[in-house]
RNA sequence: GCCGGGAUGGUGGAAUGGUAAACGCAGCGGACUCAAAAUCCGCCGGUCGCAAGACCUUGCGAGUUCGAGUCUCGCUCCCGGUACCA
């Protein structure tokens, strides 16, 4: 019987098809258990990121069902977006035909891969039966304030033709087209996700067990939360006060100078009138002319200022300091002003030396002479206060309280928190994507479409632009509408959603796929929701994984759903690479995976992206490593189809004691059992599938060792039938097309994909016969062999008569003897 | 700079304080074959030794422990994230 895998795999597809074989359902007493993958973005061909993706994903979940789980394993389309647009432009096809297209091919890739999808809840964002829910969202967002309007500078990609969330610039860089990001002023749509930091922080704690502590620091550090102090400085004219944030008040005293922003609203005020007013006006100017050029978060630049004409008072020391335009200074944070302490502050420290301003060391580290004089770099580490009047002596934390206390008492500051973290602008200036459901009118202002209303459709009729400018605000017919409140002629918003908001619920979706009249049926919601095992790539870890923990509370505090976290536990798998760079199609290092399953089959492929490396690990594509993985498979299918007509029918552990009547049988259990509890707990409590599949591949090579021995007897075979049909089983998750034709092949009862995953039994792995290790001083000395029941003094000593110990231990007293049970015997000489 | 992760044979990687190198890949030897491929069986960290065995070996240096790849401390290098965030 020739191994075929085309066949065979096309066969048990058509099977899964028919059958529906895997669908989830609610209800029905099993335990729920909801797996997901990342849905991708049909960009037209799935790529070997996507087979490991879902490869792990398809282990889990056939896993889980053969546990006895209800498992829920969707698939979708992450749908809107900009290739579709380009390649609308492009190729002169509407983005639409282009996405669909796109699906329809992809569907066909990831079927022919037999994963276990339920195909029966598959969505697709860019359908109108979808992002109606999402406008429906926004209308609720804004009615609770969730959703608003600003004017502010905006990141801005000139080759997207459209603005950028900051989550969405990556090294001053458009994550999607890698190009320099600038800054634009405009009217925008955002969510209040700072309203959540507080939130969104805290129940990081949650999390804890289930995702990757990278993961987590990484969000914990763009969200960003720093502890401090506000601070008044009033203007030496009198004339009003810069307030400052900073972490460290408890270095006021050390503050001799004061920068602000070149955007600071005081900054008028401050320089009419002086003899700076002109520089200060053209080194702003000058600023916000290389802002926009260059990008935000490139490297640092050196440090420059103009000193404003202006002063203000230390409200500690009583100075006057005077203040800066300082070109480090972001307008976005904090309060846009900044206290200057040059000798605890490296930036300071900068400015001061090249501006030649005054510094006063105040904090000093425990045995440290840190004078201005011989300091080459500022001091910010702990330590105790000096040069601070009533303060001096005092640790610098506890300073830090007194300080605010003061502040506090006397109505000069307060305690403060700042976050990193800032709104999500959510307006795309493009034309593939989810209207906002907004109406302008000359008469009653900005008034939201009224939810009956919905879903405001995205006109397929248009004519897109070279360009990419969108074509919206050139279609009459979509833009020309009623005002719900007035009823006179008002005008549509223009901008689409950004991507991110529809895979920020996606995962909810699929929970009611079908659902016409609701986003969601609540009852499946509370029943399958937070998904149990989320899996996809880690360039997600702040971006769409942030955006999903917002959007689930913010749809929770408009009543939609009763959920806090969305993933309750997140695998974030690693890289295919080739050559040891990522596979890319302009570095022309890519393997197709279509062609893989030509030459191999789909089976072949899924082992090799399991076994070639953990799952969270990177891994290079080799063609000896597929090739091995293929060997694997064929051999597989070699012992069975050699034992196909000889065995009985048998489950997965179904011999017993008193079929195991010859050392070989015995040994044979053994095994069995021994490689499912390994195979077992690697899949379920480590994800470890590379070591999975080497316990099974360890069974194998031992059946093919006692195969001809145990076809002499009827309980040889039954033995045989039982381990070969664990074989099986376990290997189902992984390759499930050739285990389905060769349970089939062998007689055995049912489908392998429906069997359950085999228990092993505590008995069958008590062996009669024990290996104990003797070491001398930690050191490997010699093996005993003794009876299970051998007694742990008789143990010791065996292990003391062993030859090659008695040599080690000769003329020397024995202090300890240490007996790790069934394992080990350590003697302690000396 | 700060935060996180990592470093084990020729190679991908095993080892949940207890036999370091499981299972693969590559390589070598044997069987089968007219021959080759495929397949099956065996060997495969280093040094010394006829052998029994001894010594060395998990990036470097210390420590805890009867026992450390694994735990602790200090370094080196690599990867990822992030950065005038006050």
């Given amino acids: ?176 087209c890698d190009s320099k990001v600038e800054q ?128 203000c008072k230390n409200p500690f020391t009583g100075d006057l300091m005077p203040i800066f335009v300082a070109n480090f200074v972001l307008a976005g944070y904090g309060t846009g002003a900044v206290m200057a302490v040059p000798a605890h502050d490296q930036r300071d420290f900068d400015f001061a030396k090249k501006y ?37 002596g005092l640790d610098n934390e506890t300073a830090k309280g007194r300080i605010a206390d003061w502040l506090e008492s006397n109505n000069k500051g307060k305690r403060t928190v700042t976050w990193r973290l800032r709104d999500w602008n959510i307006s795309r200036q493009r034309y593939w994507g989810a209207p906002i459901p907004m109406i302008y009118c000359d008469k009653c202002g900005v008034v939201p479409e009224k939810a009956e209303n919905l879903p405001v459709v995205l006109p397929m009729d248009v004519q897109t632009h070279p360009d990419g400018r969108s074509p919206l ?37 699929y929970t009611g796929a079908r659902e016409e009249d609701r986003a969601f049926n609540p009852e499946a919601v509370k029943s399958w929701l937070p998904v149990d095992q989320y899996i996809g790539g880690v360039e997600h870890a702040i971006l769409h994984l942030l955006y999903s923990r917002f959007f689930v509370k913010a749809l929770r505090d408009c009543g939609f759903i009763e959920l806090d976290e969305p993933f309750a536990r997140l695998l974030t798998q690693g890289m295919v690479l080739m050559d040891g760079s990522k596979m890319s199609k302009s570095k022309g290092n890519t393997v197709d995976p279509t062609s893989m399953i030509a030459k191999y089959g789909a089976d072949t492929v899924r082992l090799f992206c399991l076994f ?18 293929n060997r694997f498979v064929q051999r597989v299918w070699r012992l069975a189809a050699e034992l196909v007509g000889q065995l009985p029918a048998a489950a997965a552990c179904s011999s017993t004691a008193d079929d195991a009547k010859t050392e070989a049988a015995r040994e044979t259990r053994y095994r069995e059992h021994a490689a499912i509890k390994k195979a077992g707990d690697d899949i379920a409590d480590r ?96 093996k005993i062999e003794v009876p299970a029941e051998t007694t742990q003094a008789e143990i010791e000593a065996a292990a003391l008569a062993e030859p090659n110990v008695k040599k080690h231990t000769e003329g020397l007293t024995v202090r300890k003897v240490l007996y790790v049970p069934g394992k080990l015997v350590n003697v302690v000489v000396s």
């Fill in 687 to 782: 994800f470890q599938f590379n070591t999975a599949i080497a316990a099974v591949m360890e069974l194998v090579n031992h059946l093919y060792l006692v195969k001809e021995e145990l076809l002499q007897t009827s309980e040889g075979k039954k033995v045989l039938a039982s381990a070969q049909a664990s074989v099986l089983a376990m290997l189902t998750p992984i390759v499930p097309h050739m285990t389905e034709e060769l349970w089939q092949l062998l007689g055995f009862d049912g489908r392998a994909s429906s069997q359950p995953w085999p228990v092993y039994s505590p008995e069958a792995m008590q062996r009669s016969v024990i290996t104990v290790v003797v070491q001398v001083n930690g050191k490997l000395r010699g």
């Fill in 1 to 176: 019987m020739k191994y075929n895998p085309q066949e065979i795999e096309n066969k048990w597809q058509s099977v899964w098809n028919e059958e529906d074989a895997f669908n989830a359902s609610y209800g029905g007493g099993k335990p729920h258990f909801y797996c997901l993958e990342m849905f991708p973005y049909p960009s037209g061909n799935i790529h070997m990121g996507h087979v490991r993706n879902y490869s792990i994903g398809d282990v889990l979940a056939r896993f889980k069902r053969m546990q006895g789980y209800n498992v829920l394993h969707p698939m979708g389309w992450d749908a809107f977006g900009l290739p579709a647009e380009n390649a609308a432009i492009q190729n002169n096809i509407h983005p639409a035909k282009w996405t669909y297209a796109n699906i329809d091919n992809m569907r066909k890739q990831l079927k022919r891969l037999g994963y276990s999808y339920d195909w029966k809840t598959e969505i697709a964002t860019c359908h109108p039966d979808y992002y109606r829910w999402e406008q429906l969202f926004f209308l609720h967002f804004y009615e609770k304030g969730i959703a608003y309007r600003k004017k502010a500078a905006q990141n801005w990609c000139p080759k997207c033709n459209t603005v950028l969330a900051n989550e969405q610039v990556i090294e001053g860089e458009c994550w999607r």
């Fill in 184 to 311: 634009k002023e405009l009217t925008q749509w955002f969510l209040r996700i700072t309203d959540y930091a507080d939130e969104l922080l805290a129940d990081l704690d949650k999390l804890t067990d289930g995702w990757p502590e990278r993961v987590l620091t990484m969000q914990k550090n763009w969200i960003g939360k720093s502890i401090g102090a506000e601070i008044e400085f009033e203007l030496a004219e009198g004339n009003g006060a810069i307030r400052v944030f900073s972490t460290r008040q408890d270095t006021v005293f050390g503050a001799t100078f004061m920068s602000i922003s070149g955007e600071h609203p005081l900054l008028e005020q401050l320089i009419k009138g002086k003899e700076q007013e002109a520089a200060v006006r053209a080194f702003v100017e000058k600023l916000r002319l290389e802002a926009q050029k260059n990008a935000v978060g490139a490297e640092a630049i050196e440090k420059e200022g103009i000193f404003t004409g202006s002063y």
């Fill in 356 to 392: 030649n301003l005054p510094m006063r060391v105040v904090v000093q580290p425990k045995d440290g002479d840190l004078t201005i004089e011989n300091m080459t770099e500022a001091y910010s580490g702990q330590g105790i206060m000096q040069n601070s009047g009533e303060y001096d």
């Fill in 473 to 509: 605000p050139d279609t009459p017919e979509f833009y020309r509408c009623t005002c719900p409140k007035c009823g006179g002629e008002a005008r549509r918003e223009t901008d689409t959603m950004d991507t991110f908001v529809e895979s920020s619920w996606y995962f909810a979706r």
């Fill in 612 to 629: 070639a490396a953990p799952p969270e690990r990177d891994f290079d594509w080799t063609d000896s490593g597929i090739e091995g993985a």
